[in-house]
């Protein structure tokens, strides 16, 4: 026993390392090769034991909780692969990665402004706000639910029951307008 401990190649293995972090196995330890007997022996080794039982748990639980957290995520990816929620199907094209839950608007993005309930409370300037009620009703609705609501063409579309190019239209004609009836006054 007391050539094993002359060799001290042992030493340099990881796991021994970590057990003579430890102060009192390093006193221990010491003692044993000072004072070699069977008592030293059996404590130095019965210590050892312990440490190794307890490192060779905590190596199992984890290196099982990292495979258990691989599978995990493997089968999460498989099922979100094999039932796409409405939302998460990609929009058009397979080839695009765009979904659908990318084009909802952020609710920490603000419309134009939080508070106006419409665009003749947020006119500010006389000319403009002159040109504004000069609009027809429909004209209106429009710039109000783009810009205040923050709507999308197509979703304004469905909400009046028009079709997306009509609003596109009515949008432009507005602007065109409120655009010409500045600069004639200016």
């Known amino acids: 026993m007391s050539q094993t401990l002359l060799n001290f190649d042992f030493l340099n293995e ?12 390093q006193r221990l330890f010491q003692e044993v090769t000072e004072n070699p007997n069977e008592q030293n022996h059996l404590l130095l080794d019965r210590k050892f034991k312990v440490f190794y039982k307890k490192a060779r748990m905590l190596k199992y639980f984890s290196t099982m909780i990292r495979i258990s957290s691989i599978d995990f995520d493997k089968k999460d990816r498989k099922i979100k692969q094999r039932f796409l929620l409405t939302l ?3 929009l058009n094209n397979e080839d695009e990665k765009t979904t659908r839950t990318e084009t909802i608007p ?6 134009f402004t939080t508070s106006c309930v419409n665009l003749t409370e947020c006119i500010t300037d006389p000319t403009l706000y002159e040109a504004y009620t000069r609009l027809n009703k429909k004209q209106k609705k429009v710039l109000n639910l783009m810009y205040i609501e923050g709507l999308t063409l197509q979703d304004i579309a469905t909400f009046l029951g028009d079709s997306k190019q009509n609003i596109n239209n009515i949008h432009k004609r507005s602007l065109n307008r409120l655009k010409s009836t500045i600069s004639l006054k200016n």
């Open 106 to 111: 952020d609710p920490v993005e603000e419309p």
């Open 14 to 25: 990881p796991i021994v390392k970590r057990f003579l972090a430890d102060p009192q196995n």
């Open 88 to 90: 998460d199907a990609p």
